[in-house]
């Protein structure tokens, strides 16, 4: 909650919480339904038992899962940073919100204009989910409706890697939806590689829901004209990694070479679908090689319509000095 | 354009007298009060470098 009430101080228009439930079907704010890396829950011996193997998307996973949770349980649980690159001042010290809270805490607050503050859900693997017995997208919903923001003017975007879950609640609400897209990788000349290695993250690449359903298509079906008139179908906006947009060729010597835009949002435009491109963070200096600004001003200049960061301030100057 | 959800906005969108494809547009996608965007939209990635 403090790194999203941060966000809006620092000048966000949205706060984007990623979803996964627990075990008596709360949502809640965790990157991944495993929770040992973003949590302490590996020094409390009291939970040592709900250790456990699952295979999420296609690659087994063993830790402990929100799933084994009750709400309950899972507010005894600290956070802590994920990442082995920042700060680690804050671990053990805040609790796992719900995403009623944090409509709660976007309400009680304006942004820095003084507009109302959005949110911007992940509804993480509801596939899996799904197969645990669970109704991810009905359970927002309704999250939603009590909150009175489940309605295309609410100053809501809901969005995940998944199709179904998406083109369920297009039948459901008229909340604004948000197509994610992914890639394996970019090849040393800048092209994306939709290929999984046997064993990893099949999400990386497709849909897991496609998969799942024997559907062959990955991510680069959302790339083309027929893909993206699919997605307009029941999306409002797309959401690439950052490479769909702006690519980047490494030589030999690990040299990197920014590629000219792809057709990635003219594409999607003339769908009259928004493009909201991810994650830009400042440990990441492909496209900025260290000038941050240049690089919100790289993509900025290319047409996106938002920007997920985890440096509000970063992108809040970047637009301050943009022309 | 996502078929169903025009169809239910431009009923809501002639019952308040908005007469414009324009003025239904100003609410995809944009800005967080459904105003006009008019520069792309700050999404805090789990809030402020996140924990």
């Known amino acids: ?323 | 354009m996502k078929n169903l959800k025009l169809v239910s906005v431009s009923i809501v969108a002639l019952m308040l007298g908005l007469n414009s494809c324009q003025k239904i547009d100003d609410f995809v996608g944009g800005g967080p009060s459904g105003e006009k965007q008019d520069k792309p939209l700050v999404i805090a990635h789990r809030g402020a470098q996140s924990i």
Not at chain 1, 161 to 186: G, H, R
Not at chain 1, 195 to 202: L, Q, R
Not at chain 1, 221 to 249: C, L, Q, V
Not at chain 1, 295 to 300: I, M, N, P, V
Request: some cysteine; glycine content about 6%.
């Open chain 1, 1 to 323: 909650m403090e790194a999203y009430a941060k966000a809006i101080e620092l000048g966000a228009d949205f706060i984007e919480p990623d979803l996964v439930m627990t075990k008596d079907g709360a949502l809640v704010a965790r990157h991944e339904p495993f929770i040992s890396g973003t949590t302490n829950v590996a020094d409390l011996p009291e939970y040592a038992h709900l250790k456990s193997t699952k295979k999420l998307d296609g690659k087994e996973i063993t830790d402990w899962f929100v799933s084994d949770f009750t709400l309950e349980e899972i507010k005894t649980l600290k956070a802590k940073q994920a990442r082995s690159d920042r700060s680690n001042q804050f671990d053990n010290l805040y609790s796992i919100p719900t995403i009623e809270e944090i409509i709660a805490l976007a309400k009680s607050r304006k942004t820095t204009s003084g507009k109302v503050v959005g949110i911007y859900p992940e509804m993480k693997h509801p596939y899996f989910h799904s197969q645990l017995g669970y109704n991810f997208e009905d359970a927002l919903l309704e999250v939603l409706e009590k909150a009175g923001w489940n309605s295309y003017e609410a100053p809501v975007f809901v969005q995940c890697f998944e199709v179904a879950p998406l083109q369920y609640i297009n039948t459901k609400s008229t909340v604004k939806l948000v197509q994610l897209i992914s890639t394996y990788n970019v090849n040393a000349d800048g092209s994306l590689d939709f290929n999984v290695p046997a064993g990893d993250f099949i999400s990386y690449a497709a849909p897991y829901d496609f998969y799942a359903n024997g559907d062959t298509r990955t991510y680069e079906f959302f790339t083309t004209e027929e893909g993206m008139r699919y997605t307009a179908n029941y999306a409002d906006g797309i959401g690439p990694w950052k490479p769909f947009i702006i690519s980047f060729a490494k030589d030999e010597a690990g040299d990197i070479t920014i590629l000219p835009k792809t057709n990635f949002i003219s594409l999607a435009h003339k769908y009259d679908l928004k493009v909201h491109p991810y994650t830009f963070r400042n440990e990441d200096v492909k496209w900025s090689n260290g000038n941050h600004e240049s690089e919100y001003h790289l993509f900025f200049n290319a047409g996106v319509d938002g920007v997920f960061t985890d440096y509000t301030d970063e992108a809040v100057k970047a637009l301050s000095t943009w022309k």
